[in-house]
């Protein structure tokens, strides 16, 4: 017969998920197995590790098979309205709640500014024109480039399409100032100095976006999101789209929820194609033929060079 041994109980006993079961005994404590107590081998009643692993097989589930899921090919107005280029995507985060910009009466205007505005014939602009305080002989553009009225603070200013109304072109100066003051004050955004400043081939989405430099778009640029998603771009530098390249639109996303704000000049390279409003503190240059939809809303000047410009509300 074995003889008699004491048999120290187990203090804790735990099934892990990943399918083990472990031992805990407390110090001191002697632990044996059924196999010992039979066998009475030589090492029955010796002290075992405080954690001893001991595998539990279990047959593996056997996974579900469900339904052959079968992959068409998108529409064609699916294709256009919603695909995006094969480039660097951000995801979104939560910004869809962003209020847009209110731009007061300034909206109405495709082109704003405070020192006027230079233009090579012929562009084609479609919302008002207008400047202040400078005379309005400093708008160059002609009625036959403009789908709107052409204001201005005095009896200067093209015919017979020019409208004075100097107390209307304050206000609207003083709204731009209010939104541009509006976009560089929103706080906590949720990208900052995004790409160094280069942006050129990234799909943003809503949200607000800071950078202590300049932005340069070197290559396009995808804009994608709902058509009530906004966008404001805080830029404390200049803002440079190289010739050719596109900012577009994806997703539903509205050119009227897009804000450029800017320190420095803007300039939309030859032949590129912009999205959005932009609020600078100085200059806008559009070179030639370049276009935008969206609003040009300087608090220096305007330049123009055969350029297609639409106010999209």
């Known amino acids: 017969m074995l003889p008699s041994r004491p048999i120290i109980p187990i203090t804790l ?24 107590q039979v066998a009475g081998g030589s090492d029955f009643g010796q002290p075992i590790r405080p954690w001893t692993v001991f595998p539990v097989l279990e047959p593996k ?8 899921k079968t992959v068409r090919p998108p529409t064609a107005t699916s294709a256009t309205q919603e695909a995006v280029p094969a480039v660097s995507r951000i995801s979104n985060i939560g910004f869809s ?33 207008g400047a202040s305080p400078i005379t309005g002989g400093a708008t160059s553009l002609i009625c036959a480039e403009v789908t709107g009225t052409i204001f201005s603070v005095d009896a200067a200013g093209p015919l017979p399409c020019r409208v004075t109304d100097a107390p209307l072109l304050t206000t609207a100066v003083r709204d731009e100032e209010a939104a541009y003051t509006d976009a ?35 290559t396009d640029v995808t804009i994608a999101g709902g058509p009530n ?37 803007v300039v939309i390279g030859t032949t590129a194609h912009f999205e959005g409003t932009i609020l600078s503190k100085t200059m806008i240059a559009m070179n030639t033929g370049a276009s935008m939809n969206g609003r040009l ?9 055969q350029n297609s410009v639409t106010n999209v509300g």
């Open 229 to 265: 998603d906004v966008w404001i771009f805080q830029i404390a530098g200049t803002l440079n789209e190289a010739s050719a390249k596109r900012v577009t639109l994806a997703g539903g996303a509205q050119a009227r929820n897009v804000f450029w704000q800017t320190a420095g000049a």
């Open 13 to 36: 006993i735990t099934l892990l998920a990943a399918g083990a079961l472990v031992v805990s005994a407390a110090p001191g404590d002697r632990l044996t197995t059924e196999a010992e």
């Open 97 to 129: 709640s962003l209020a847009p910009i209110n731009l007061g009466s300034a909206g109405a205007f495709a082109v704003l500014s405070k020192a006027g505005t230079t233009n090579v014939h012929a562009s084609r602009i479609r919302g008002d024109v």
């Open 61 to 68: 589930p056997t996974p579900a098979v469900g339904p052959r």
């Open 184 to 218: 560089a004050g929103r706080a906590n955004p949720g990208f900052v100095n995004l790409g160094a400043g280069e942006i050129g081939g990234l799909t943003l989405a809503p949200g607000l976006y800071k950078w202590g430099t300049g932005v340069s778009i070197s």
């Open 297 to 305: 809303l300087a608090q220096t000047a305007v330049t123009l060079q």
